[in-house]
């Protein structure tokens, strides 16, 4: 399935230029081209004006990360800020669309990366502060000689379903009346379809069968990738985990169809088309 245009921080068009990251020289040249792009980010916020991405002088004093060159070969670097006014987070750019599709992807390379070098200042092998290396995408121990790399935190989001309805739970703290896809963090050993029949299994008492891959999304917050999945249940009767969910039912068609266009009577809603979990709950439409 071709990535929704609507998914948000699933369109980065830059080329990452993995092979020039170890050259200095050539880091250090793009860095100082007055035409180079140098954003910068507070967490998950950053500075919007007129629809663009605001672009700084570049700052000697500072840790800045190469992201990538773009379509006209310019460099784009981020760098972290402490501050606190005039900036916008990066799902409110999203839900918004204030920036292009292509804007949000360079963004959430950009948060998830900063945050993984602004919680990952020391060794975890021996407690000694590391230097960033490769233009931000390793970080080096020199008491140890370990080398760090970012990382990325895979989550399983999968729409169920069982004939002609569609498995859909909430959390407590969700906006009122909103319902969504069941998701987790996969854990260590396992593969895609073991963690999300754990998952589903965990949180509403669903045995899963078949499985299939449907679509994928950078989630920034601070540093996941949503593997996308669809499912068919070998159950139906719903025991839900009140530690995770605050309710979970099933949903017939069309009334998870007035969910996603925001029409429901009762003013129940399913996530915007800019989350991966809009485009799988509507995949369950057109499945059996
Ligand atoms: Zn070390």
Request: proline share 5%; glycine share 8%.
């Amino acid at each position: 399935v071709p990535q929704s245009p609507h998914l948000a921080f699933a369109h980065n068009p830059l080329d990452r230029a993995a092979n020039h990251r170890s050259d200095e020289t050539w880091v250090a040249e793009k860095f100082k081209h007055s035409g180079s792009r140098h954003i910068r980010l507070n967490d998950d916020k950053t500075f919007v004006t007129n629809g663009q991405i605001v672009s700084f002088a570049p700052a000697d004093d500072c840790e800045s990360i190469f992201l990538g060159l773009d379509e006209d070969g310019v460099a784009w670097f981020a760098s972290a800020t402490n501050e606190e006014a005039g900036l916008t987070g990066l799902r409110a750019l999203a839900m918004a669309g204030t920036v292009t599709t292509e804007h949000l992807g360079i963004l959430a390379q950009a948060r998830s990366l900063l945050h993984w070098h602004g919680h990952h200042g020391y060794c975890a092998n021996c407690g000694v502060k590391t230097v960033a290396q490769d233009a931000g995408y390793r970080r080096h121990c020199a008491a140890c000689g370990t080398d760090h790399f970012p990382r990325t935190d895979p989550v399983i989001i999968i729409a169920v379903q069982h004939r002609s309805r569609t498995l859909l739970g909430r959390q407590t703290v969700w906006p009122t009346g909103m319902y969504s896809t069941l998701a987790g963090f996969m854990e260590p050993g396992e593969t895609i379809e073991d963690a999300a029949r754990r998952e589903v299994f965990e949180e509403s008492g669903i045995r899963v069968g078949d499985i299939t891959f449907h679509s994928n999304q950078p989630w920034p917050f601070p540093s996941s990738l949503m593997i996308g999945l669809t499912g068919v249940a070998l159950n139906d009767d719903i025991v839900v985990d009140t530690n995770e969910l605050e309710t979970a039912r099933w949903f017939e068609k069309p009334e998870v169809e007035t969910m996603l266009n925001h029409t429901h009577p009762d003013g129940l809603t399913a996530p915007l088309p800019m989350a991966i979990a809009h485009h799988l709950i509507r995949a369950t439409l057109q499945l059996s």
